[in-house]
């Protein structure tokens, strides 16, 4: 199955508007209502970034910001089908000139050219992650009076996968997997770790549900809302 471009989607779409428009919105009215279509479309997105924040204290938490990149994806198509139906026929070469000025304006601020530039992935292999460990090692021995721990936080497509690595991790180090109290999870439990000690050093490895998160985030989506009165905490 051969997937589409972003251009021939909007174009499909703009035509299945125009086949089942009222037609009695034809024309200018009908080009109208797409433009607000646009607008509506960003006011979803800011809907799911609130929802992530959750600063709405009578919903709190609920949005995630892959529902915020859904809606920014949703607020890029409206616009590319309101241009479809605004120049018919046009939007590849549309698309194009845009992307290029846009290009041009940004390399004109200082911003380097992605075109020239290559990308860099970071390196996340065992032996990259050797390199950077050495010199903390290093320091930690020019500086013996510094103490503290390596911790890792696993961050998953969900909780099975989060419990999964870190049971993966646990089965590494050698060790079992325990709650935030130290003994093996129930099925209530909502911290796992995986954690082992070398000489003065451990590694931790942790996982915290999405329940879990989204209470605590939905417990401080206030912080920002209150301030302390100092004038009368100093009285």
Not at 106 to 112: F, I
Request: glycine share 6%; charged share 20%.
């Amino acid at each position: 199955m051969t997937t589409p471009t972003i251009t021939d989607a909007a174009r499909r779409i703009s035509a299945q508007l125009a086949a089942r428009s009222n037609p009695e919105l034809a024309g200018l009215p009908q080009t109208l209502c797409q433009a607000l279509k646009v607008q509506e479309e960003a006011g979803e997105m800011a809907q799911a970034v609130i929802g992530v924040l959750g600063q709405n204290p009578r919903k709190g938490v609920t949005h995630t910001w892959c529902d915020v990149v859904n809606e920014a994806i949703d607020v890029a198509m409206s616009a590319l089908v309101l241009a479809e139906t605004i120049q018919p026929g046009q939007l590849d070469a549309t698309l194009a000139d845009r992307l290029d000025y846009l290009r041009r304006r940004a390399a004109g601020s200082g911003a380097p050219d992605s075109d020239h530039t290559p990308a860099s992935t970071p390196d996340t292999s065992g032996q990259a992650i050797h390199a950077d460990l050495r010199p903390l090692a290093d320091f930690l021995a020019a500086n013996p009076d510094v103490r503290g721990d390596i911790s890792h936080c696993v961050f998953a497509d969900g909780d099975q996968a989060g419990i999964a690595e870190i049971t993966r991790l646990a089965a590494a180090l050698d060790v079992a997997v325990t709650d935030h109290r130290g003994k093996p999870p129930t099925g209530d439990s909502t911290h796992f770790y995986a954690q082992r000690t070398f000489g003065r050093v451990s590694f931790q490895a942790s996982y915290i549900t999405d329940a879990c998160m989204a209470d605590h985030a939905a417990r401080t989506s206030y912080i920002s809302n209150v301030h302390v009165d100092k004038t009368a905490v100093a009285a």
